[in-house]
């Protein structure tokens, strides 16, 4: 069956450093993968997307790869700020109907 | 522009009554999704709809039918609730970009 795997547990990191986030998955062949940023008691929200054509996307602090060999995906986040502590949700598209698989979310506490 | 609305925010049920989720978007997407989340694990999709007058089951439609009532409402119906049922619920609809666009969530808690 199709798997997606984040890291369960919680990221800790200093201000100023970069975050990495990984995103697996098994059983699958995506046309697209995205990542989402999850507030507590709030909806998902879109940050970006990579398509299966494409190895790096960026968007301003934010740069997502995308190894289809590996089946992987890094979501980094540069220059962390406290404001980015959240879930960080993978997830993958399968380019029909545009259902999206998602990973169970690794969060991310950023420490001034 | 509101974007992803639903109602209600909270709502606790007793098991075997029934109640419909409300959504509705305002951008005008063809496709609307219904998800459920639950703790340790990643959204689930319950139903979609590819566009008005289409619906299509998703990984966990059991226990649950859905409505397009036109482009901008999608609602969700638990007909006898079960404390199986307990999670959050999301709404989304999806532009053309393939951006999923979610609403604020239904708290549900089924007794």
């Known amino acids: 069956s199709q798997k997606i795997e984040q890291n369960s547990e919680a990221l800790n990191i200093q201000e100023g450093k970069t975050a990495t986030l990984t995103c697996n998955y098994t059983?699958?062949?995506?046309?697209?993968l995205q990542w989402y940023r999850q507030d507590p008691g709030r909806g998902p929200v879109f940050l970006l997307l990579?398509?299966?054509?494409?190895k790096e996307k960026r968007k301003e602090r934010l740069k997502v790869t995308f190894d289809t060999t590996l089946k992987q995906s890094l979501f980094h986040i540069t220059a962390s700020q406290p404001a980015d502590s959240a879930t960080y949700l993978c997830?993958?598209?399968?380019?029909?109907?545009?259902?999206?698989?998602f990973g169970a979310g690794t969060r991310l506490a950023v420490h001034p | 522009n509101a974007g992803v609305t639903q109602t209600p925010k909270f709502q606790v049920l007793k098991t075997g009554q029934s109640m419909t989720l409300q959504c509705a978007q305002d951008?005008?997407?063809?496709?609307m999704y219904w998800y459920r989340q639950d703790p340790g694990m990643g959204l689930r999709l319950i139903y979609y709809?590819?566009?008005?007058?289409?619906?299509d089951k998703g990984e966990v439609p059991n226990g649950y039918n859905v409505s397009r009532l036109n482009k901008r409402e999608f609602s969700l119906r638990l007909e006898s609730a079960a404390p199986s049922q307990t999670s959050v619920y999301f709404c989304?609809?999806?532009?053309?970009?393939?951006?999923?666009?979610f609403g604020p969530g239904t708290r549900l808690t089924v007794l």
């Open positions: 059983n699958y062949s995506p046309a697209y």
């Open positions: 709809s590819a566009s008005e007058g289409t619906t």
């Open positions: 951008m005008n997407h063809n496709s």
């Open positions: 990579i398509r299966e054509n494409e």
């Open positions: 997830a993958l598209g399968d380019g029909g109907y545009n259902k999206l698989i």
């Open positions: 989304a609809s999806r532009d053309s970009t393939d951006t999923q666009y």
